[in-house]
């Protein structure tokens, strides 16, 4: 199983940006399709977005598409969540997400499909 710890997260203005962090260690963290999901009190755990285990292949639902960017690098088994122009409706607790994914340009969008979860961070953006 993969270890992930996530970092980044904090207050930020309605405007702003901010850059999580999702560091992987333990056995085949670079076989791992990644995603970044959210979730808001009271609210479903949401996808965010999602990087093949090649990092040529990403997804994004519309409500982030043209704000946030994930990105990784491989050789420091760290995925990355780029998030710009941020809005309070992005308010949430952020969580980084793996999976073994056997072909390199697969990509993964429900929170069933990964089985390593980080612990969260917290994003709160304000007006």
């Known amino acids: 199983q993969v270890q992930l710890v996530e970092s980044g997260g904090g207050l930020v203005q309605a405007g702003g940006s901010l850059r999580l962090s999702c560091a992987a260690s333990g056995r085949f963290s670079s076989t791992c399709a990644m995603g970044w999901f959210r979730q808001a009190p009271g609210k479903e755990r949401e996808f965010v977005a999602a990087?093949?285990?090649?990092?040529?292949?990403?997804n994004y639902p519309d409500s982030v598409k043209g704000r946030f960017t994930i990105s990784r690098e491989n050789a420091k088994n760290t995925v990355y969540l780029q998030m710009n122009s941020l809005k309070p409706e992005d308010t949430a607790v952020y969580y980084c997400?793996?999976?073994?994914?056997?072909?390199?340009?697969?990509?993964?969008?429900?929170?069933?499909?990964?089985?390593?979860w980080g612990q969260g961070t917290q994003v709160t953006v304000s007006l």
């Open positions: 990087i093949s285990r090649s990092g040529e292949i990403t």
């Open positions: 997400a793996a999976r073994y994914a056997f072909l390199g340009g697969s990509v993964y969008s429900t929170p069933t499909e990964y089985d390593s």
